[in-house]
T-cell receptor
Framework: DGGITQSPKYLFRKEGQNVTLSCEQNLNHDAMYWYRQDPGQGLRLIYYSQIVNDFQKGDIAEGYSVSREKKESFPLTVTSAQKNPTAFYLC??????????????FGPGTRLTVT | GNSVTQMEGPVTLSEEAFLTINCTYTATGYPSLFWYVQYPGEGLQLLLKATKADDKGSNKGFEATYRKETTSFHLEKGSVQVSDSAVYFCALSDRMMRFGAGTRLTVKP
């Protein structure tokens, strides 16, 4: 079955530590995205990538970093510079960003708790 | 910039009631419109979409019509079930996707 996997489902870290969230897709999609979801709020875009070795900042990139070394993988690192990292993180992919009709496919999410 | 406004929740209905969740948008150009659904602890799933004015998207008994004249994309279902309890997100895409804040629906037996 094609889809997006995120691991782990729950992640706990101490303040001051960097943490990397995994996202893998086997849909052969060119574009991948990271969103942050806080309780009662919509999704806010952190970073997106249109193609391997290229990525762009979204609306709330500060304190986060990404890489796109393979088409299938788009890991997100939450750094110690992120002031409020506790949130639900969603990874998504789509065929591309050049056509507004392309829907995004989402992974199951990772809930990060930093104490 | 492009944005989506959807009705605030939570919405609580009895089983078999009629559902409407309002969604209006602001956009330049000709965006595509989407409804996504999120069940507890999961990611979002595409429910339906419409890519041009007057298009109607439909899936699993849910419908929404792309109304350019009223800049709206309201979600409707004629008879809701307990299993429809979830958070519903309206979204707009003009290459980048913009999501509404979500509307939580609870359906009681």
């Amino acid at each position: 079955d094609g889809g997006i996997t995120q691991s782990p489902k729950y992640l706990f870290r101490k303040e001051g530590q960097n943490v990397t969230l995994s996202c893998e897709q086997n849909l052969n999609h060119d574009a991948m995205y990271w969103y942050r979801q806080d309780p009662g709020q919509g999704l806010r875009l952190i970073y997106y990538s249109q193609i391997v070795n290229d990525f762009q900042k979204g609306d709330i990139a500060e304190g986060y970093s990404v890489s796109r070394e393979k088409k299938e993988s788009f890991p997100l690192t939450v750094t110690s510079a992120q002031k409020n990292p506790t949130a639900f993180y969603l990874c998504a992919s789509s065929r591309g960003v050049w056509d507004s009709a392309y829907e995004q496919y989402f992974g199951p999410g990772t809930r990060l708790t930093v104490t | 910039g492009n944005s989506v406004t959807q009705m605030e929740g939570p919405v609580t209905l009895s089983e078999e009631a009629f559902l409407t969740i309002n969604c209006t948008y602001t956009a330049t150009g000709y965006p595509s419109l989407f409804w996504y659904v999120q069940y507890p602890g999961e990611g979002l799933q595409l429910l339906l979409k419409a890519t041009k004015a007057d298009d109607k998207g439909s899936n699993k008994g849910f419908e929404a019509t792309y109304r350019k004249e009223t800049t709206s994309f309201h979600l409707e279902k004629g008879s809701v079930q307990v299993s429809d309890s979830a958070v519903y997100f309206c979204a707009l895409s003009d290459r980048m996707m913009r999501f509404g804040a979500g509307t939580r629906l609870t359906v009681k037996p």
